[in-house]
């Protein structure tokens, strides 16, 4: 007995053949949809330091006005996030990520108009990066993922 496999005669039956599938095609940024959620985000996020200011709430007692600030923002942060993880295209995380990073990147203007020093700027990305977890995920509530056909 030979342990060598023996060469078969030719068949006119089609070979099956292997054939991995080619990898997935990488999605495209969209940077409009980027720039729209990051619209969102600052908007909320003005509209809700905007009903603090004429609520006095900066005036009477300035610890008390911060906390409203910090809780209007986070809550309305979160929210505007919730939308923008509605709206994003797949992948969501991504998107959201690069919202988050665009919201940080443009509040270096706070640091310019409002005294915010570079410090709580820098520290700011870890608030940002807090709501942006708390609204992606809640967004599933909403939307799930649905891959796009390639």
Known sequence: MNAMPQPQPPSDQPQLQ?????PPAQQAV?????????????????IGGFVIGLSSGLKG?????????VASNFFL????FVISGCLAPYPRWRHLGYVALGS?????????????TIGQWIASSIFISIIMGLGGGIS???KRDKPSAA
């Open 61 to 69: 007692d300035p610890q008390r006005g911060q906390l409203a600030l």
């Open 104 to 116: 940080w990147l443009t509040s270096i203007i706070n640091v310019f108009i409002l005294h915010v």
């Open 140 to 142: 599933y509530i909403f």
């Open 18 to 22: 292997v054939v991995q599938p080619p």
């Open 77 to 80: 942060g979160t929210v505007a």
């Open 30 to 46: 969209n940077i409009k949809a980027i720039i729209r959620d990051v619209v969102i985000v600052w908007v909320l996020t003005a």
